[in-house]
Every structure is written in structure tokens, then in C-alpha cells.
Nanobody, 121 residues
Framework: QLVESGGGSVQAGESLRLSCAAS????????AAWFRQTPGKEREFVAVISWTGDKADYADSVKGRFMISRDNVKNTMTLVMNNLEPEDTANYFC????????????????WGQGTQVTVSS
């Protein structure tokens, strides 16, 4: 089970910190990612971190503004989002994929329910 938190409404240029708590005991065996989705659009890759935490990959649209991290002791994952833009408005989901990281949402095994992020201009 994955539970996201930290969403909310902010002004453009502000920051938010999203968290994802996993009940999975083998959390450290999974790559962990964030995806986002807006109504009427397909789910979009945002960022992924390797199971070891030493590799991360970001969508071009968030590179340099967002940072993903994980704590394999606490079974948590975090997405720090800086300099938010109205285009970042979406429902954000955390997901786990066994072992190897990927940008393809179809390869992910577990999903959270999502947390809404709204950025006003």
C-alpha cells in the first residue's frame, strides 16, 4: 500500500514537498517513481529513483526544479518541487516497480491514490 501526502494549492514560484509512505516490507527492492495526470490526459512520468537511491531520472519539464529522494529505512519517498508553474497542476501519484527503474507507467506494480497539486499564476 502506498499513501501520498503533501499536495495543496500554491502560487507560481512557490514550493511543495510530496511524500509517499510504503507499507511494503521490501520497499528497498523497488524503483520508486512519481507520475502525474490531469483530466483528459494520459498519465505523465515525472521522476524516478533507483532502488538503491543512487540514480534518478527526471522528465525534461521538471529537471532542475524537482528533486526525488528516498529513505529505505523509513520506507518513504519524497518529491521536492521548487519554482512551481501552473503547468505542474495535476494529480500526483507515487508508484513502485520491482528492481529496475522505468519511465513507462505500465511497468509499475503498486500505485498510490494520488495527491492533488494546484498551482495558480
Amino acid at each position: 500500500q502506498l499513501v501520498e501526502s503533501g499536495g495543496g494549492s500554491v502560487q507560481a514560484g512557490e514550493s511543495l514537498r510530496l511524500s509517499c509512505a510504503a507499507s511494503e516490507r521490501t520497499f528497498s527492492s523497488y524503483a520508486a517513481a512519481w507520475f502525474r495526470q490531469t483530466p483528459g490526459k494520459e498519465r505523465e512520468f515525472v521522476a524516478v529513483i533507483s532502488w538503491t537511491g543512487d540514480k534518478a531520472d527526471y522528465a525534461d519539464s521538471v529537471k532542475g526544479r524537482f528533486m526525488i529522494s528516498r529513505d529505505n529505512v523509513k520506507n518513504t519517498m519524497t518529491l521536492v518541487m521548487n519554482n512551481l508553474e501552473p503547468e505542474d497542476t495535476a494529480n500526483y501519484f507515487c508508484a513502485l516497480k520491482y528492481y529496475k527503474e522505468s519511465r513507462n507507467d505500465r511497468e509499475y506494480d503498486f500505485w498510490g491514490q494520488g495527491t492533488q497539486v494546484t498551482v495558480s499564476s
